[in-house]
Structure formats: C-alpha cells, structure tokens
C-alpha cells in the first residue's frame, strides 16, 4: 500500500519544483544560513502539492489509464490503490503543503494554496479547454517562481517572471506537440485528449516558434537589465545567455528528431547534452554571481 502510494505520488517529478530556487538564487540568499531553511522549506511544500495533484488526477483518469499501454500500470489504474484511499491521502499532502507555506510566510501559504486550486481545476476540466490547458501548466512554474521569492523575501525581477511564463509555455506546447504526434500516429488510443482534436503538430510549432523566442529574449534582456545589472554589480550574466539557447535548442532536437517531449523532467535528464548544459549554465551563474567566489 505504502509503495503504491509512493509511486503515485510521483517523486521523480519534483524537479520541477526546482524553480523555487530561482529567486533565491538570483537573489543571493539560495546559501545564506538565515534564509536557506525557508527556501528548502517552499520546495518542500510544494513537493507535498504537486504529489498531491498527481494523486487527484490518477484518479479522475483511472477509466482512460486503463486503456492506455503505458499508464494501465498506474497504481489507480490497476487497482493496486483504491480510489477510496488516493483521495484521502491526496488531501492530507495538499493541506500539509498548504500548511507548510503558511508556517514559513504568509504569502507562501496563499502561493502553494492557489496552486492547488488551480491544478484541481485542470484535473477536473479546464484541460479539455484549448490553450486555457497549457496556461493552467505554465501557472504552476510561475507559482513556484514566487513562492520562492516569497519565502526568501526578495522582490522578484518582471524579466525573470516573464522567462518562466514563456519556459513553461514552450515546454507545455512540446509535450502536447508529442501527445498530438502520437495520436496522428495511431498509438496510444487510450490516451487521446479532447484538446489534441484541435491541437495540430502545425498549429503548435507556430506557438513553439513564438515562446522559443521569447524564452532566449526575455531571458537575455534579464541579464541587461538596469535593476539586474545594479543588483549584481556586473553585466556577465550575458555570458549564460549562450547556455540558455543550447538549451532550449537541444530540447528542440529532442522533440523533434528524437520523438521525446511528452515527459519533459525525464527527457531532459536522461539527455546528457542536457544535463551537462544545465550544470555549466548554473556553475557560470554561481560564479559570476559570487557564491563560488
């Protein structure tokens, strides 16, 4: 039971929730000892969420998991969880996230609170809506962005916001580019969307093309920005901007000639281009930031 519940919970995707270090971070307090516990805290928290929504949407797609060779393994799908225990124990993490918030900042309480309820609101409907479903995706990574801010107590730069809305759009357009190349595959007829009728691979490559650029503009205009730039005391955050492009254009290659996109925290990882890019762009951060000085 305890391992079922385990797995539905999901802990290989609180990566994601790695972008509540993002502020703290750029904000110098990611290593300070009087603020790390609260930014630890805030990943926590919405560690708790996230596996919390995770549970809540097995169980709203247990009938279409069964029919999907993939997800009939699920521990809701296959029975080896009851629906009368995932519930339950989805609103024991959701409160202890919500909780958690409240106990470090006030305002992260709120932040992990609204996550909560909007992400309930996908799983119960809103993802069947056009677009609004990919927008539901993108709020979470914004939420988490200054929820961390929130914890750290640190003002949190337009420029960084906007970066994380158009990452986040970008990596959710890709995954339903997958799910919709899937489909017009023939695979998975279990699995199919009610929004992937109306989402074309044509119609999202245009709306990828558009968040790409916006992604590598947003980010590099963070970098030069006159509060970035004055905060810092230094221009050289321009000198990560390359690691971002290879990023956002590995991930391309991925989605594109190596069919992945579907799982975007799995197939970032299991990329090693990926991962050592990654690792590169945050070791050039710390550095010109300071923390490895």
């Not at 750029?26 to 930014?39: E, K, N, Q, T, W």
């Not at 730069?157 to 990452?167: H, M, N, P």
């Not at 005391?233 to 594109?256: K, W």
């Amino acid at each position: 039971m305890i391992g079922a519940v385990v797995e539905a919970a999901r802990p290989h995707q609180w990566m994601k929730n790695c972008f509540v270090f993002a502020a703290p971070l750029f904000g110098r307090r990611l290593f300070d000892p009087v603020f790390a516990p609260s930014a630890a805290a805030a990943f926590a928290a919405f560690c708790l969420a996230a596996s919390a929504v995770y549970l809540l949407n097995d169980v709203a797609d247990r009938e279409r998991d069964r029919a999907h060779p993939v997800k009939r393994h699920r521990p809701v799908a296959s029975g080896r969880l009851a629906v009368g225990v995932a519930l339950p124990v989805s609103a024991c993490l959701a409160l202890s996230g919500v909780a958690l918030g409240l106990r470090v900042e006030p305002v992260l309480g709120a932040l992990v609170a609204t996550y909560v309820v909007v992400q309930t609101g996908y799983c119960l409907g809103l993802r069947s809506v056009v677009l609004v479903d990919v927008f539901c995706i993108a709020s979470g990574f914004v939420l988490r962005v200054l929820a961390g801010a929130a914890a750290v107590r640190v003002p949190v730069s337009q420029w960084l916001v906007l970066t994380t809305i158009f990452l986040s759009l970008f990596l959710a357009l890709c995954k339903r580019r997958a799910e919709a190349t899937e489909l017009g595959s023939g695979e998975a007829p279990g699995d199919h969307r009610t929004t992937l009728r109306e989402y074309t691979p044509a119609f999202l490559d245009e709306l990828i093309a558009v968040t790409t650029a916006s992604v590598v503009l947003s980010y590099g205009l963070y970098t030069q920005d006159v509060r970035t730039v004055q905060e810092f005391g230094t221009r050289n955050m321009v000198l990560t901007v390359p690691f971002v492009l290879f990023g956002v254009f590995r991930y391309l290659f991925l989605v594109h000639r190596r069919g992945r996109g579907a799982a975007p925290v799995t197939d970032a990882l299991r990329d090693p281009p990926s991962v050592a890019n990654a690792a590169l762009w945050l070791a050039a951060t710390l550095a010109i930031l300071g923390h490895l000085l």
